[in-house]
Each structure stands twice: as structure tokens, then as C-alpha cells.
């Protein structure tokens, strides 16, 4: 094309735009309202129901990867984080810890070590415990002499010694103790790293810590929850498995096995980590998403239908062990994790345990990865550490009301909102702008099992040859690609998410808040999150004002910028109490005691 079409097309193209502006002044404004401005309303007398336990401030309480006393468990995050965290947040939600038995009893030599390994335990146990949340124990580690072979990620042998020893723990924490423990059996045993056994074995290792339960339960009459399978994805199986095929996996084994040999489930477990902000709402062939699925297997085999399903382990996670968005870029996860959250809320998950308090940094065993919340300095001889910005996520999420509303009617594809009511008539708003980076490929991802097997072969070709990135670049054009017609409409729909998305990374987003049946005068506070700060980010409001409704509405406006997390927190501001003068005060007081004295005169004469 010539530089002269070129100029005239221009031309063309902003004198179509100014008459719009002109003559159809509205355009703008809708325009505006599709690309970069936003509007929320709420009443704040609508609906509310309890605050769903999915946004509370959960967490596994790993890290570190080591520790410079046997007497401190190796994989617990160090007492610096797990302070910083009980001062600030409190331990009143659900918390993992990795329970390692292979650790614990290889100190059996060395009874006063031991002793102090376990009082460690115990001790973040009781203090969960003595807060009112609950822990989730994640049994795991054979000891030495009781698996196959000498290695903590064995399966059992010797199923008498083991059920016994867990037996033995259980009867100290659970029914002596009365702590609040969920047992979980294993984690991942559907990857070598973490246990070498087979399907059958991972059954006997359930069912050592599921009649241990039943056992004490009848001696002492106290509920001991049992679940799992804690798998690295839920439709996984020890022998390999794929979305395709779910009824292979684990999950729905162990639902069978346990109607079967009726055994406990109190509720069911899986780790999620992945790029994708929505997974949850991947759908399978049976065109159902996978809390639908397993729910529906539960109903089947005659458990209730509502048993807790729980993402044990989660994180921004794209395989790599270090990432820039879990550190020096941590604005990118924090907003990920409240666009999760608020995903796996709408897919029905009932917890989740995001991975974890502490980074990792285990050269004995080749581990280094930055998937805490706190990071620290291994070669500094006293502690060296700190919050990543990512904290602060959480921190807002502990300073949520206990209600939720449900009525706002809000619908955007990277901006959400989390609106709560506190006791004390506090309206609380976590507001964040998350665009997903990868956005094509992970909506395939969730949408594959719609397709037949050939499409499958078809895409999954395409995605290695890096066919589809190249369209999103437009150096290849779909129709090149010679899909079938369902798989064209899939890949088109992926690319124009994929457009949204790109637009928006770099995108300011502009958000009218409308609060409805607000009455008298508010402080509000407002704390933000963005690539402003990423590491030791102080958790203090950047802005602080006394509003007033009028008419009984406050209107407020946000700047989103992308990756960003906003929180407002409006605390309704007490009447200052009146000041009476001195003088007349006295006066008062005088005339009191006039009258006091000229009644007793009186009372003296009569």
C-alpha cells in the first residue's frame, strides 16, 4: 500500500471517529465502558450469608527445606515466618503441616532429640488448635524397617508396626490432646519423587490411618476425619492418567474402595499448581466440570454429596522452580490469587491450602524454589528474611467481614471484586485486575475434553509445533490451519480471549463505585498492591479520608492498574461526644446547692 492510501485511510478512519463523537456522543462513552471503565454497585442492606471458607486466609505451612537443629522439622517454614504470621493473621483458618515420619523416627536413638521434634510439632498443632482452626496432618514418610526398602517414599511392608504407630500418634494428638486434626494420608503418590509404590500399596497405607481412626473412635467416641488422596491433579492415577479419561483416576478409586471396605472419607484432596487462573473450570467429556464429576461419583457410592473438596497445594506454577512472579514481579501472583479464589469459589471447591509459607532452599536434596510467601537468605548464620508482597494478599484476606454479599451483579473478564460486611457494620471491598498471560493455550487446556479423539490429536500437534502461538502473533492465519469445524470455533474463541487479554496487560482500568443505603459518616481506608513494591511491602493504607453518603450514596473512584490489588475498608466513624462548657457547669453545680440547702432549712423548720 502506498504512503498515500495510507494517509488517506487515516483519514477516513478519524473522521469516522470525530462524527461518532459528534453526532452520536454516547459512542465514546460506551466504548469506554467496554475497554477501560468499570462500574460496581452495591446495597449495602442486600442479602449477605456467612463468608465462604474458600477466601479465608489459608496456607500449608511448609518451607525452608531444612533446618539447622534436628529438633525443628525440616520442612517447616522457620519460627520467624510462623510468628510474623500468628501476629498478624492468627491461626483461626485451616493450616496443612507435613508430618514426616521418616524424620521423626530416625531420631529414635536419640530420645531427648526426638522428644523435642515432636513437642515442635505439637506445638504449632496446639497453637491452630487453641485458636480454633483446624490442621490438616499430612501423613507421610515410611520409617526405616517398615517399607519395602530403605527410602522414606517406600511403600509399607510391614502394615501391623505401621498401623500401630499411627495409631499411637493419633491416640496422643486427636483423643488424649483433643487438637483439631484432619488426617491426610500421603502426598502425591502418584509421582515417583514421593512414593514408589503402586495403586494397591497407596490402599494399604489409607487403610492403616482409616481403621486406626474407626478403632479410636469407638474407644473414645471422638470424630477423627480421614481423607485424601492428595494427588498432582485430581483425575491422575498412579499408573499415568489424562482429563480424558477421569473415571481412571484415583480419586474415583478411592471413593470405591472405601464404600467397599467402608472405610472414611471426610473429604477428598488434590494439589492444583498451574498458570491458569481457571482450571476449576475445565470440563470433561462428560461435560461436566470436575467438582460436578467427583460430587456425582460421591452420590454414587452412598457418601454425602457435600464431603469437603479440598486444593491441598496451589501455586502460580508454570514447572519452573524460580519464577519472577512469585519475586521480584510478586504483583503478578498476588493478583492471580485472588482471580483464583474467586474462580475456585464459583467452581464449588469448599478449601484450599495455598503452597506455601516459606521458600524452599534444600541443596541435599536439589530443591531451591520460590514458591512461599516469605523469603530468606540460607547462608546468613541468624535469620535473614522477609514478606514478599504476596503476604499482603493474604493479610487482606484476613481483614474480610465475616459476611459475604452475593447480590452485586459484576461481570468482567480480569477485573473481579470480593465485597463483605464486618460485625461491627464495616463494608470491606478487595478489588483486583488480573490478565492471564497465557491465556489461548489454558483455554484449550480447560475445554479438550469437548473434543473427539482425532480433534484432540489434531490441536495437541498444533500446540507442539507451536502453531497456535504463531496465529496469536499473526504470523500464521487460522485458516491455515485446516481444523475441523469444531476445532476452528474452539482456537477462534481462544483468540479473541487471547486479544482481550493482551489489550489489557497493559491496561489502566478505571472502576465507579456506587455504595447504595449508606448511612452516617465512614473512614476510609484504601491499601494497594502493585509492581510499585514486591518485597517487604508494609501493610499500611496509601490513602485515608472521612467520607459522607449523599442521599444515603457514596460514589468513589479506582485507577486499576494492571496486576494490581486494591482494598477498601470503610469503618463507620463513632459521633464525637458533645463538649459542655466549664462555666455553666458550675453554674449548675451551684444552683444545686442552693437548692439543696434551702430544702434542708425548710425540712429543719417544718
Known sequence: MSNLNIKVLLFVICALVLFCHLCFGICHLTFAQQSDSLEFNLDVNSNVANLPNIFKANIDLSGRGFATSSSWPQGLASPEALEAWQKDIGFSGIYRIQYNLWEIYELAKYKDAQDKLLANYEGIIKKISDAGGTVILNIFGTPAGLGRILDKKSPVVDFRAFKELIKNHMRNLSCEKRYNIWYEVWSAPDIDDFFLGRRQDYFNLYRAVSESAKELEAETKIHIPVGGPS???????????????????????LIKFCYHYRYPLDFISWHAYSLDNKPEKEVTRYNKTPVALIRDWLSYFHFDRNTPLIIDEWNYDSGANMLPERGEKANICSSYILSRLKNMYEAGINYQLYFSLEDFQNYKENVIRNVGIFWFDHESSKYKGGPKSIYNVFRMLANLGNKMYFSPKFEDEFVGVI????????????????????TATNYLSRNVARLNEKQRRILIKLIKKGAIEKVTRH?????SLHCPKKLTSLIKKALELNAQAEKMKGSTRNLKINLKNLKGVYLYQRYLLDDTCNIDCEFKPIEEKVVSPVNNLLQEGVSLKPYSVNMIILKKKPNEPKIISAAPVEQAAVGVSVANVTANVTDTQK
Open 475 to 479: 504470523q500464521l492465519t487460522l485458516e
Open 419 to 438: 465485597a463483605t460486611k464486618g460485625r461491627d457494620e464495616s463494608i470491606q471491598l478487595i478489588i483486583y485486575n488480573y490478565a492471564d498471560a497465557n
Open 231 to 253: 494427588l498432582s491433579w485430581w483425575f491422575q492415577d498412579l499408573d499415568g492418567n489424562t482429563i480424558i479419561t477421569p473415571e481412571k483416576s484415583l480419586v474415583y478409586e
